[in-house]
Structure formats: structure tokens, C-alpha cells
């Protein structure tokens, strides 16, 4: 079985820092694309960020300059480091990886909640 756990969600202020870590275990061959999605509520999950197995980027437009995405192959992780978060970064942050174990599937972590108070 695949697992991917994310952690270092959290509460913070306006302006302030969170980074997100999100690691993929079980029977694992290959990784391919991860990312990170986010969902407020009342809202459609959308793209934050996403990283090829070579370590191309992309980013939603309401995030690019505050917030970056990397991975580390050796330990199947990817990061999402977040800065000068606004109340409207509020969601609850979603893993997503591309992973090889018996065959190409998609995975989802569970989530974490990441609030911004003004």
C-alpha cells in the first residue's frame, strides 16, 4: 500500500511562514509528478504548486513569488514552503503524487488545515 502523510499545517498571522511536508512510503518504484492542491471551503480544490521527477515547477498565479515547491527524491517528499500568507492562502492543503508501485496511479494525502487570521 501507498501512503502519502502531510504535516506542518497550521495557525498564523498574516505575512507569517509555514512549510508543508508531505512523504510517500509503501511499495514505491518511482515518482513521478508531486504537488500541492488546496481547498477552502465552499471552493473547488485548486492547483498551488507542482514539480516534476526532474525538478521542473509550476504555480498558481495567486501564489508565485510567496510560495516554493521542491522535493527530495532520495526521501519521496515534497515541500511547499509558504510565505507572506494572506487570509485567503486559508485551506485545507492537499499532497498529490504520480507513483509507480505495481502500476501508474494517483494519490492523495489526507490534508492539513492551514489558517491565516488577519
Known amino acids: 500500500q501507498v501512503q502519502l502523510v502531510e504535516s506542518g499545517g497550521g495557525l498564523v498571522q498574516a505575512g507569517g511562514s509555514l512549510r508543508l511536508s508531505c512523504a510517500a512510503s509503501?511499495?514505491?518504484?518511482?515518482?513521478?509528478?508531486m504537488g500541492w492542491y488546496r481547498q477552502a471551503p465552499g471552493k473547488q480544490r485548486e492547483l498551488v504548486a507542482v514539480i516534476t521527477s526532474g525538478g521542473s515547477t509550476n504555480y498558481a498565479d495567486s501564489v508565485k513569488g510567496r510560495f516554493t515547491i521542491s522535493r527530495d527524491n532520495d526521501k519521496n517528499t515534497v515541500y511547499l514552503q509558504m510565505n507572506s500568507l494572506k487570509p485567503e492562502d486559508t485551506a485545507v492543503y492537499y499532497c498529490n503524487a504520480e507513483i509507480y508501485g505495481r502500476r501508474w496511479t494517483d494519490y492523495w494525502g489526507q490534508g492539513t488545515q492551514v489558517t491565516v487570521s488577519s
Open positions: 509503501g511499495r514505491i518504484f518511482s515518482i513521478n509528478g
